[in-house]
């Protein structure tokens, strides 16, 4: 078996576990969904409300934290296939977030794992996760969320006395070409 081969099988494998664990995290969606959908009763005293549905929520959460933990390695371990794939491959890897708003939505929020992961130590790597995870993101949330996430990861990176420069210049030769324009002007903005 070739490298690619090999690389496309681990692709696959990552890809039906995103979606087996987006499912059973729906379930977890629906939960949260059903907690904020409670009706206020009158004369009640809604921060106490608020306070309680924040606290049922998180239990929610931890209740779930190994979903939690096998969603965000699954989505860093397809980051890492990424950044070492063939176009082909890269494209395959984009198109198969196509219409995945929830798990899209997850490529976004590891990216703000990342940023608070960058100063504890190997934050070269996770610049990287990070910015895979924006260009298989391609834009397809918000484009505004995606210049946020990147005005944060940008610092971060520096302050931990890395060149965000070339990480963004590797990533963005691997992204699609609205992406690649995207990242490149976004880092184009910083002397």
């Not at 934290?65 to 980051?79: F, H, I, K, S």
């Not at 198969?96 to 708003?101: D, L, R």
């Not at 505004?144 to 590797?170: E, G, N, S, W």
Request: net charge negative; proline share 3%; with cysteine.
């Amino acid at each position: 078996m070739t490298a690619n081969e090999d690389s496309q099988k681990n692709v696959e494998a990552l890809l039906v576990l995103l979606h087996q664990l987006d499912v059973e995290y729906g379930e977890i969606r629906r939960e949260l969904n059903s907690l904020a959908g409670d009706a206020v009763p009158a004369g009640k005293d809604l921060a106490g409300i608020i306070v309680d549905m924040s606290r049922r929520s998180e239990e929610l959460r931890a209740s779930h934290q190994p979903l939690v933990d096998a969603l965000n390695g699954a989505l860093r371990g397809l980051c890492e296939q990424y950044l070492e794939a063939q176009e082909d491959q890269r494209t395959r890897i984009r198109n198969a977030f196509s219409g995945q708003k929830t798990l899209l939505v997850h490529l976004i929020n590891l990216t703000g794992t990342a940023c608070l992961s960058i100063p504890r130590g190997d934050g070269a790597y996770w610049l990287r996760i990070a910015l895979a995870a924006v260009s298989i993101e391609d834009n397809r949330t918000d484009y505004r969320d995606t210049h946020m996430v990147l005005q944060h990861l940008y610092p971060a990176a520096v302050k931990a006395d890395i060149d965000p420069k070339k990480y963004f210049r590797q990533v963005a030769a691997l992204s699609s070409d609205a992406m690649r324009a995207f990242l490149s002007d976004f880092a184009g903005r910083y002397p």
